[in-house]
């Protein structure tokens, strides 16, 4: 059975017409923003629609389905697998003005919003009241609601609080003959049978458009301490030994474990206080947090580890943030190196640095090959590896290909996944056999089927 696209046609200049009399704002001009990801790709979006409403999302939904037009879900266009990326001539439907704050009920930590927020702009609403959002994410500062529910954004407090999928109360979402969903509990108990509103979250915006969220926000930690430390010698004996103490010192206040290896950290540049990256071999970023002083967690930690470690605290708001600029500078660094084969995955704590290993021992010597670097939420078992490719040399499809084969072979092997947490996307999906059985794929197929059966809804993605 295919899900992909079977009727879609292209967009045509009556179309524009038609749409303006179904959303107010309906743009065919300045639309590189849409048309363009942060890392250079060019899509063919020929129409952005802007709703303001459940109802405008509704009708341009309608329409393009009776026409055969498909449709790219547009976020805040932070994504890393290509996810905005039209192959064919497509309308953007972008939730960017449906950005309210609906309500924040401060007894129960839910805040109900509308999903073009930007999560920074609700991170900091919910401040106000002592509440957070139980994920964090480098991109805060444009990435959307919508967008992290689409994706089931992981990110850097997985460790503490678990996938997003597991705070979210109710959604509303909107599919693609134009039918709305109300699936919004209030209660977060709520066993009614079938939990419908899942299969929204982590379907990139396939199934329907997620326009309404309801989230349980936990408390927000007025103590927080971070440390950075360097440490040399081995992944195991060192990076896992060291977040084995964390966990046994820190505790249910540890909530965030991230890694970058020597590699990463010498491209980063100098660590805080001196310590030589080049030669450390790894550079661990622990935080803890708490209703209560969280700094003697961290002391009582750095005194476990061996005398050789070097490390440095930041417990005000300034230091921290320097230091947690160190750790998410490193995929910036590497963007800008050259293009990057980004891999993120997920393996068994024990496996998870060989995979680097032996991608270095295999490819590091090619002159196209620039730098090898892993580093990630090791907390969780996620491993960024990225490999930034020489500009100088042109894309090699049977290098990228191979490499491609090696990581998620050995993925396979060990019964890691493909994706932790970027999604699937355009980029992914020929390596979803790597992490899913044919009769899985079979049924995912079939649900999309289902749900969105002209295949109007990001065609060509996330579902194989
Ligand atoms: C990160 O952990 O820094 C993000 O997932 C982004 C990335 O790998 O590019
Ligand atoms: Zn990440």
Redesign the pocket.
Same mark, same amino acid.
């Given at each position: 059975m295919q899900a992909g696209p079977c009727i879609l046609r292209a967009v045509r200049p009556s179309d524009f017409k038609n749409l303006s009399a179904l959303c107010a704002d309906i743009k065919v001009r300045d639309i590189e923003r849409y048309t363009s990801e942060w890392f250079g790709r060019t899509s063919n979006i020929k129409v952005v629609a802007r709703p303001r409403s459940v109802h405008e999302v509704s009708d341009v939904l309608k329409y393009c389905n009776s026409s055969g037009i498909g449709v790219t879900v547009f976020g805040g266009n932070t994504g890393?697998v290509g996810g905005t990326m039209a192959e064919r001539s497509e309308v953007a439907i972008s939730t960017e003005f449906m950005n309210r704050f609906l309500e924040i009920d401060v007894s129960s930590g839910i805040a109900t919003v509308e999903t073009g927020l930007i999560l920074q702009n609700l991170q900091e609403r919910l401040a106000i009241h002592h509440l957070t959002t139980p994920y964090d994410l480098?991109a805060r500062g444009s990435c959307t609601i919508g967008g992290n529910l689409a994706t089931n954004a992981g990110g850097i407090n997985f460790i503490r609080h678990g996938p997003l999928r597991a705070h979210v109360v109710g959604i509303e979402a909107v599919l693609a003959n134009g039918d709305v969903l109300d699936l919004m509990s209030k209660s977060r108990k709520d066993n009614c049978g079938i939990d419908l509103k899942q299969i929204f979250i982590g379907s990139e915006g396939t199934l329907g458009i997620i326009t309404k969220a309801r989230i349980h926000c936990p408390s927000l930690h007025q103590y927080r301490s971070v440390a950075l430390i360097s440490l040399k010698g081995d992944f195991t004996s060192t990076v896992l030994e060291t977040l084995k103490k964390a966990k046994e010192t820190i505790g249910e206040s540890l909530s965030a474990f991230e890694f970058i290896d020597g590699e990463g950290a010498e491209l980063v540049g100098p660590l805080p206080s001196g310590m030589d990256p080049k030669y450390s071999g790894f550079a661990v970023l622990v935080e803890a947090s708490g209703s209560a002083s969280v700094s003697d967690k961290i002391e009582n930690f750095l005194e476990q580890l061996p005398d050789s470690v070097e490390g440095v605290v930041g417990s005000d708001l300034e230091s921290m943030s320097k230091l947690w600029h160190y750790r @998410?500078l490193l995929?910036v660094k590497m963007a800008s190196l050259g293009h990057n084969l980004?891999y993120?995955i997920s393996l068994p704590q024990r496996e998870l640095y060989k995979l680097v290993e032996g991608i270095r021992l295999r490819y590091a010597n090619r002159p196209d090959v620039l730098k090898i670097v892993g580093y990630?939420?090791v907390g969780d078992g996620n491993l960024?590896l990225n490999v930034a490719l020489d500009p100088q040399f042109e894309r090699n499809p049977s290098l990228e290909s191979d490499m491609s084969h090696s990581v998620y072979s050995y993925v396979s092997e060990c019964g890691g996944s493909i994706s932790a @947490?970027?999604g699937i996307g355009r980029d992914k999906l020929e390596q979803l056999f790597f992490s899913k059985p044919t009769v899985v794929l079979e049924y995912t197929r079939a649900l999309k089927k289902m749900l969105d059966p002209n295949g109007i809804l990001n065609p060509g993605r996330t579902i194989l």
């Open positions: 890393l480098g @998410e995929p980004k993120d990630g939420h960024h @947490e970027h």
